[in-house]
């Protein structure tokens, strides 16, 4: 396929997102992600880009789980399925959730429960264990201007591999002005 053709998915949301909009099978005719998008905020209106950029999804391509880093530029998918990841609120019940979904994973021979349940065991523990840095307000960072492409001190920088369509984030800037007369 190339990169201008498009092709006929079928779009299908999940969880409290289909709850919200539509809990139905959509077929969209998209050669992109960002087709895809366009078509759900054409049909649900302004708030689906609200939902989708406040909160964290599963993507599944033809019933293969990816990230939305890991969303290529063009679908070469018949079926894409955005569901919102579950949010444990506290590190405990990550790990309570984490061991749980080891043993049934276990017991039913389901390795990627087993590899979820580490996940989810090691993020609660790790909790546990380190502070997230909470970010400044004396030292604030900037740009010139204060614009809205920065981030503050203390926040984490996201490290992305390949290719990825997202804006950049300014980490660090240097400005001096020389006389010349």
Same mark, same amino acid.
């Given at each position: 396929?190339s990169?201008?053709q498009?092709?006929? +998915?079928?779009?299908q *949301?999940?969880g409290?997102?289909g709850?919200k909009?539509?809990n139905q099978?959509?077929?969209v ?6 087709q ?7 049909k649900f209106? $302004?708030?689906?880009?609200? %939902?989708?950029?406040e909160h964290e999804?599963h993507f599944?391509?033809?019933?293969k789980?990816m %990230? ?6 063009k679908? %070469?998918?018949?079926e *894409? ?6 949010k444990?609120r506290s590190? /405990?019940f990550?790990t309570i959730?984490?061991?749980?979904a080891?043993?049934?994973? $276990?017991? /039913?021979?389901q390795?990627w *429960?087993? @590899?979820?349940?580490i ?6 523990v790790?909790g /546990?264990?380190v ?6 307000? @004396?030292?604030q960072s900037?740009?010139f201007d204060q614009?809205p492409?920065i981030? $503050?001190q203390?926040t984490?920088i ?6 990825c369509l997202a804006g950049s984030v +300014?980490?660090?800037?240097d400005f001096s002005? %020389?006389?010349?007369?």
């Amino acid at each position: 396929m190339s990169s201008g053709q498009s092709q006929v +998915i079928t779009v299908q *949301l999940g969880g409290w997102l289909g709850r919200k909009y539509s809990n139905q099978p959509m077929r969209v005719s998209a050669g992109s992600w960002q087709q895809v998008l366009r078509f759900l905020i054409n049909k649900f209106g $302004a708030g689906i880009r609200h %939902d989708i950029r406040e909160h964290e999804w599963h993507f599944f391509r033809n019933r293969k789980s990816m %990230d939305v880093a890991e969303l290529p530029f063009k679908l %070469d998918c018949k079926e *894409l399925v955005i569901i919102p990841k579950i949010k444990a609120r506290s590190n /405990f019940f990550k790990t309570i959730i984490g061991v749980a979904a080891i043993v049934v994973g $276990a017991y /039913f021979n389901q390795p990627w *429960l087993v @590899q979820f349940g580490i996940g989810m065991a090691i993020s609660g523990v790790l909790g /546990f264990l380190v502070k997230p840095p909470k970010p400044s307000e @004396q030292g604030q960072s900037g740009v010139f201007d204060q614009g809205p492409n920065i981030y $503050a001190q203390g926040t984490p920088i996201p490290l992305v591999y390949g290719k990825c369509l997202a804006g950049s984030v +300014i980490i660090g800037s240097d400005f001096s002005s %020389d006389w010349v007369g």
